[in-house]
Antibody, heavy 121, light 107 residues
Framework: QVQLQESGPGLVKPSQTLSLTCTVS??????????WSWIRQPAGKGLEWIGR???????NYNPSLKSRVTISVDTSKNQFSLKLSSVTAADTAVYYC?????????????WGQGTLVTVSS | EIVLTQSPGTLSLSPGERATLSCRAS???????LAWYQQKPGQAPRLLIY???SRATGIPDRFSGSGSGTDFTLTISRLEPEDFAVYYC????????FGQGTKLEIK
């Protein structure tokens, strides 16, 4: 059973770069036709998809965040990562990683437990 | 971008009652790529329904999804105490977008 776990700093200063890692256990990040996504949720608000990476390494990003987002994969560590640059208080949120197999009609499942990132000086 | 609008914003019901949640899309959702998630406080969303009407693994049969095109519904036939939570719809046919959520609270 595949499990995902987010990790990274819980506090980031304004204008700096937010960096998070999602570690995949119980299966290889390279196997199957899976996409690996980042999703965020500000406190008390809804869910926003940030971007995804395919097992081949190709990426797609939310147009509203595209200029600031980079998602990469490290297959040797079974991890994928998120970098969000020039952060502001509006980027404060719980950040989730999740897997989907959209080409087979399968949406996000499973999800990581989420990690809170606060942007503050 | 496909915008999803969920209604009502809050639904107050008692255990044992039937819950009907709505999700309306701004344009047709291709291949009925519409999912429903349940989220409890402090937890990640959990997949309930995919493909508009297919239950995810381990989801009780009191949860059912229906609809196509632009109108979709999540029905919980008989509410259990653990069902009170926030529910989100999501389309994944053209990018990924989520509805704003419906909070199901105990009356």
């Amino acid at each position: 059973q595949v499990q995902l776990q987010e990790s990274g700093p819980g506090l980031v200063k304004p204008s700096q770069t937010l960096s998070l890692t999602c570690t995949v256990s119980g299966g290889s990040i390279s196997s199957g036709s899976y996409y690996w996504s980042w999703i965020r949720q500000p406190a008390g608000k809804g869910l926003e998809w940030i971007g995804r990476i395919y097992t081949s390494g190709s990426t797609n990003y939310n147009p509203s965040l595209k200029s600031r987002v980079t998602i990469s994969v490290d297959t040797s560590k079974n991890q994928f990562s998120l970098k969000l640059s020039s952060v502001t208080a509006a980027d404060t949120a719980v950040y989730y990683c999740a897997r989907d197999r959209i080409d087979y009609g399968e949406p996000f499942d499973p999800w990581g437990q989420g990690t809170l990132v606060t942007v503050s000086s | 971008e496909i915008v999803l609008t969920q209604s009502p914003g809050t639904l107050s019901l008692s255990p044992g009652e039937r819950a009907t949640l709505s999700c309306r899309a701004s344009q047709s959702v291709s291949s009925s790529y519409l999912a429903w998630y349940q989220q409890k406080p402090g937890q990640a969303p959990r997949l309930l329904i995919y493909g508009a009407s297919s239950r995810a693994t381990g989801i009780p049969d009191r949860f059912s999804g229906s609809g196509s095109g632009t109108d979709f519904t999540l029905t919980i036939s008989r509410l259990e105490p653990e069902d009170f939570a926030v529910y989100y719809c999501q389309q994944y046919g053209k990018g990924y977008t989520f509805g704003q959520g419906t909070k199901l609270e105990i009356k």
